[in-house]
């Protein structure tokens, strides 16, 4: 499985970014999608999580009611709409996949996604 990202970039505070995942290899819907973030000097941190077929989506707290996660199974590509950016946002955002053996597990914690792309540098300015 190989996962490219890729939308990153500068924007000011307010702003709106999308990010995309392409998604390489074994059929898509047989994986479970997520995003992660990391800022500098802290550790990778979940930001928002889908199903394999899209049917179920989860967010961490910090970016509810402003992020949307989404997926295009016939794209192999899955999305982050960021609206309403903030300086605390700025990180480098990764995508992670996990097998649907995984259902059940932590949708949460980086260790449960053995995939990752090599990320995307978002950078919001005040």
């Not at 290899?25 to 990778?44: D, H, I, L, V």
């Not at 192999?76 to 946002?89: A, G, I, P």
């Not at 097998?99 to 995307?120: A, D, K, L, R, V």
Request: glycine share 10%.
């Amino acid at each position: 499985v190989r996962l490219v990202e890729s939308g990153g970039g500068l924007v000011q505070a307010g702003a709106s970014l999308k990010l995309s995942c392409a998604e390489s290899g074994p059929t898509s819907t047989n994986f479970e999608m997520a995003w992660f973030r990391q800022a500098p000097g802290k550790a990778r941190v979940f930001v928002s999580f889908i199903g394999s077929r899209g049917e179920h989506a989860s967010y961490a707290d910090s970016v509810k009611g402003r992020f949307a996660i989404s997926r295009d199974i016939a794209k192999n590509t899955v999305y982050l709409q960021m609206n309403s950016l903030k300086v605390e946002d700025a990180a480098v955002y990764y995508c992670a996949a996990r097998p649907i053996s995984f259902t059940g597990h932590s949708t949460t914690f980086p260790s449960y996604y053995p995939y990752w792309g090599q990320g995307t540098q978002v950078t919001v300015s005040s």
